[in-house]
């Protein structure tokens, strides 16, 4: 069974500041992975998909990475902004028989001005 | 907006209520799913439906009933629910349920059943 973690849970910077989220998955065996954002009461806002072939994609200030044999997948936040704070959560797109998006709890960021 | 919109934003019940969560896309996307999103806890899959066909029921209680009468639609009818099933109710939908492709999730809807 598919497990997602998120590491840190919660995560306090100044503006301006370069961060990595973590994200580890426990079954390699994945379609692709994507980073979402959601504020505080909302929906999900999808930031980057990184298909199982592909070691990163780019949008902006954020880069996200995957490693499929180690597992994990990074999002990198250059210069944050205050705007940025958010709970940042990953979600493995995962095979075997029933395709299904296994999310991790999720990264609270919070970007000080 | 996204693409993928639901309502209500907000919903208060008692536990003999009677209602319905919608969800609509005009995305012309093929998949459409419904996620508990509970405190602390990950989000949880409860219905898959892939061309109006419920192709999944992720174990949910039967005081959960989906509907989609067409691909761009997605209803969740709620009855008897219990306190803890208050949570934040979301839609999503993709272009098909071939791995690949993204998901895109709807804002959700509230509830807090009394």
């Known amino acids: 069974k598919q497990e997602v973690t998120q590491i840190p849970a919660a995560l306090s910077v100044p503006e301006g500041e370069n961060l990595v989220l973590n994200c580890s998955f426990t079954?390699?065996?994945?379609?692709?992975l994507q980073w979402f954002r959601q504020d505080p009461g909302k929906g999900l806002t999808s930031l980057l998909l990184?298909?199982?072939?592909?070691r990163e994609q780019t949008s902006g200030r954020l880069n996200a990475s995957l490693d499929k044999s180690s597992g994990r997948s990074t999002l990198y936040i250059a210069a944050s902004q205050p705007g940025d704070s958010a709970t940042y959560l990953c979600?493995?797109?995962?095979?075997?028989?029933?395709?299904?998006?296994?999310f991790g709890k999720g990264t609270k960021l919070t970007v000080n001005p | 907006e996204t693409g993928v919109t639901q309502t209500p934003r907000h919903l208060v019940m008692g536990m003999t209520n009677k209602k319905s969560l919608k969800c609509e896309q005009h995305?012309?996307?093929?998949?459409m799913y419904w996620y508990k999103q509970s405190a602390k806890k990950p989000l949880e899959l409860m219905f898959v439906?892939?061309?109006?066909?419920?192709?999944e029921n992720n174990s949910v209680p039967s005081r959960f009933s989906p509907e989609c009468p067409n691909s761009s639609h997605l209803f969740l009818h709620l009855h008897t629910l219990q306190p803890e099933d208050s949570a934040l109710y979301l839609c999503?939908?993709?272009?098909?349920?071939?791995?690949?492709?993204?998901?895109?999730f709807g804002s959700g809807t509230r509830l807090t059943v009394v």
């Open positions: 999503a939908s993709s272009q098909s349920l071939a791995p690949g492709y993204g998901y895109t």
């Open positions: 079954d390699s065996a994945i379609y692709n």
């Open positions: 990184i298909q199982s072939s592909q």
């Open positions: 979600a493995a797109l995962t095979q075997g028989g029933s395709e299904k998006l296994v």
């Open positions: 995305l012309g996307h093929n998949a």
């Open positions: 439906y892939s061309l109006e066909e419920r192709v």
